[in-house]
């Protein structure tokens, strides 16, 4: 059974740091995409961050660029997000995203939830003022 399997979330404060990790089991995702979501309440999924298998191309959301950094770590079947610079619309549950299908390098659709097959229970992150 596949699981993918969030934490790292908690209480910021504006312009501190969290790391949020991705666990995932029941198969390797090494040739498959993967991302990061995010939801508040009464609000649509968004998309905040994606990576290539291998990790040779990163996607951002505009309000993440600069302040956040997706990696992977294919032999320990993890995936992470570094949040710099924290702002309270950051506030959201985070969730990790992996897609069942072998990358490939001409979709354009790895911005998009309906991209994802495989989702995590999600990660509280909130950040005060």
């Known amino acids: 059974q596949v699981q993918l399997v969030e934490s790292g979330g908690g209480l910021a404060q504006a312009g501190g740091s969290l790391r949020l990790s991705c666990a995932a089991s029941?198969?390797?995702?090494?040739?498959?995409?993967m991302g990061w979501f995010r939801q508040e309440p009464g609000k649509e999924r968004e998309f905040v961050a994606a990576?290539?298998?291998?990790?040779?191309?990163?996607w951002y959301a505009p309000s993440a660029k600069g302040r956040f950094t997706i990696s992977r770590d294919d032999a320990k079947n993890m995936m992470y997000l570094q949040m710099d610079s924290l702002k309270p619309e950051d506030t959201a549950v985070y969730l990790c995203a992996a897609d069942r299908d072998v990358y490939d390098a001409d979709n354009f659709f790895y911005t998009v939830s309906l991209q994802y097959d495989f989702w995590g229970q999600g990660t509280q992150v909130t950040v005060s003022s």
């Open positions: 029941g198969r390797t995702f090494r040739d498959n995409a």
């Open positions: 990576i290539s298998a291998s990790g040779t191309k990163t």
